[in-house]
């Protein structure tokens, strides 16, 4: 198609586009199909990414990364400073645009167990580059799609992309307004179009090609622009606790990307943006458009005046979402668009990150009532991925009768008829499992082994689609997780059944579980959750009908810890570590403080900390108080510890200087 409209002088060309691998030629462009096309010369120890705007229009590309618990994929290493992110915006209006993979950095899992990854790590979402789902080689199709989009573009247009700087934004508009996962023009104002990992399945390299073709001069998308006015404030040791080396709440500030992280005690955080800043090609009134991109509606409002040029937004800090491919994110994405009839624009965003360690709860008045900043992973375990042959073991374990506490649990909460339902679709996938273990450990029949594993793979997947009974609106995975949703919130089940349950631990596959269960038992006695009396009987603090929302989410990763290390050891893999936080994002804090409000004028009064087995008592300045809520206050100090956390002290009054 390119070919026959360049021939026909109605496609531009690459004659004006440079390409750049900084991978070493890790994950190279076959650049002899694209012989019109600038090749930027590599240079010795020029690789990793980008850090140099270059002065042409360049798309490139980089297959390089380091582990999630190391720096991550290069995206991120941007992301995690606020330089980084200014220079995207630079090279994106400057018409360079890379595409970088994600590596193991936005995958399913938590705390990366059981051959899983630890959920959403990037911070923000930004349309500077485009980041891909996978590892090495997971560019490519990207970069092949985005040079068809230029080569596509009519002469003219092309020209104007590059003399105005809107290269790199138009090819972002097109690319996602293309994207497989957007099924009408209303799904581009969503998440389904601005995710911030991209699968390479679903690019749509035609109608990119289309659309670029048919973009005239008049039909440039705009540009938008963004920029802070007023905001929230929050201060060190009053609304949030950190040491100086942490990242600054304030992660990012560029003209198309916005980063907080919302690591503060206020009830919610403020922002008031203009976009008068805001550009066309086009001489028509523009159309602004706020719409959320990910995120709990309940926790977000956006407000703005029709034809204005500002937008007051309000985030309140929100627990985790699931997104559709499964993924956990920590992550609330805005994304503003601006039409001006002929095209709309790719989004500017502004992105508001909660640490995973941490977890907000807040009372009915819309306050904050209790903050845990060291809280469970709450990965529940199971199989990464829905064509793991381990889910058949998980059926069967789940499905099993004897007069063990597992199977007395799951008698209280799966019906007869459910139980019967997870048995049948075990016994139907129990032979080919077994034909597929036969398979294996035959040398020379890998070819068919890697067959059955496809075959049983399908098979497991829809089986965890299918209802569990007929006419059931569960399915069978959902009955799964049901049933350790169901534990997991069953707050006296350590408490009733503790013995039974230390028993098992001492038994369990896993040589770790007595350990893992005395370190989740531990964690809530220091932090006042619980209290273990002189017989080794362990009981919670606040009487069982008195549990606050957050005793109840402790208890909860008490309780995922017995799922998975002593009720069902030989199913379920899930890490029992706090869940996994970037270090140069928080230091680790093992307390929760619970705030305290004045009954008649509902003002803050300070909050009450539970920490190493000890009360402590502050006012709402964040000041300590030795004597109890109604004593004298003392600054306090907050320094790292021997353990590598963050840790607290009075500071000591100055002394008196005494004259001669």
Not at 460 to 466: D, F, G, N, P, Y
């Amino acid at each position: 198609m390119i070919n026959d409209w360049f021939a026909k002088g109605t496609a531009a060309g690459l004659q004006a586009i440079t390409y750049e691998n900084r991978d070493g030629q890790h994950s190279p462009l076959r650049t002899d199909q694209y012989p019109q096309l600038q090749v930027y010369p590599a240079k010795t120890g020029e690789t990793g990414a980008a850090t140099q705007v270059r002065p042409m229009p360049l798309l490139g590309n980089c297959s390089m990364a380091s582990a999630a618990t190391q720096l991550g994929c290069l995206p991120r290493i941007y992301m995690m400073d606020p330089g980084g992110n200014r220079f995207l915006a630079q090279q994106y209006l400057s018409n360079n645009l890379f595409i970088y993979p994600e590596h193991q950095d936005y995958d399913i899992g938590g705390n990366g167990a059981g051959g899983g990854g630890y959920g959403d790590l990037l911070p923000l979402n930004t349309p500077s580059l485009l980041i891909s789902q996978g590892s090495s080689f997971t560019d490519q199709p990207f970069l092949r799609a985005l040079l068809s989009t230029t080569a596509a573009f009519p002469p003219e247009t092309q020209k104007l992309l590059i003399e105005k700087h809107l290269l790199a934004p138009t090819l972002q508009s097109i690319f996602r307004r293309s994207y497989k996962a957007v099924e009408k023009p209303e799904d581009y104002y969503t998440g389904k179009a601005h995710p911030p990992v991209f699968d390479g399945t679903l690019i749509d390299e035609e109608k990119m090609v289309t659309i670029a073709h048919e973009m005239t001069p008049e039909k440039i998308p705009p540009l938008v622009l963004l920029r802070v006015i007023e905001e929230t404030k929050i201060e060190q040791g009053k609304n949030y606790f950190e040491l100086p080396a942490p990242l600054s709440w304030q992660l990012s500030d560029s003209p198309v990307s916005i980063a907080r992280i919302l690591r503060g005690n206020e009830a919610e955080h403020g922002m008031l943006i203009s976009f008068d800043k805001t550009f066309s090609l086009v001489k028509a009134p523009l159309k602004m458009r706020a719409s959320l991109l990910q995120g709990d509606p309940r926790f977000v409002q956006l407000e703005s005046q029709p034809g204005g040029d500002v937008m007051r937004l309000r985030v309140r800090w929100a627990p985790p979402v699931t997104t559709p491919t499964g993924i956990r994110s920590h992550r609330i994405d805005i994304g503003i668009f601006a039409d001006n009839g002929g095209s709309v624009s790719a989004p500017a965003i502004i992105s508001f990150y909660m640490l995973p360690s941490e977890m907000h709860f807040y009372d009915d008045k819309g306050r904050v009532s209790e903050i845990q900043y060291q809280t469970h992973n709450p990965d529940l375990g199971l199989p990464v991925t829905d064509i793991d042959p381990r889910w058949v073991r998980v059926l069967l374990a789940f499905s099993l009768k004897d007069i063990n506490l597992r199977s007395r649990l799951l008698d209280q909460i799966l019906s007869t008829e459910e139980r019967r339902g997870l048995q049948r679709q075990y016994l139907k996938l129990k032979p080919k499992l077994d034909a597929l273990s036969s398979l294996e450990n035959d040398p020379g029949r890998k070819d068919l082994a890697t067959q059955m594993r496809n075959v049983l793979g399908e098979n497991i997947r829809e089986t965890l689609k299918a209802p569990v009974v007929e006419k059931s609106d569960l399915t069978v995975r959902a009955t799964i997780e049901k049933v350790i949703n169901a534990i997991g919130n069953f707050h006296p089940l350590y408490l009733g059944s503790q013995r039974e349950l230390d028993a098992l631990a001492s038994a369990s596959p896993k040589s770790t579980a007595v350990a893992d269960v005395r370190a989740e038992l531990h964690r809530l006695i220091t932090q006042g959750v619980l209290l273990e009396q002189a017989s080794g009987q362990v009981d919670t603090v606040s009487p069982p009908d008195k549990l606050s929302p957050g005793e109840r989410y402790m208890l909860r990763g008490l309780n995922l810890t017995l799922v998975s290390q002593v009720l069902f050891p030989d199913v379920l893999e899930r890490s029992t570590a706090p869940a996994y936080v970037n270090p140069r994002l928080t230091t680790p804090k093992v307390w929760r403080d619970v705030y305290r409000y004045d009954p008649e004028s509902g003002a803050l009064q300070g909050w009450i900390r539970y920490a190493d087995s000890r009360i402590s008592n502050f006012d709402a300045e964040g000041r300590f108080l030795p004597e109890g809520p109604k004593g004298k206050p003392v600054p306090v100090l907050y320094l790292m510890d021997a353990k590598a956390q963050l840790s607290w002290r009075p500071q000591p009054e100055p002394k008196p200087v005494i004259s001669k």
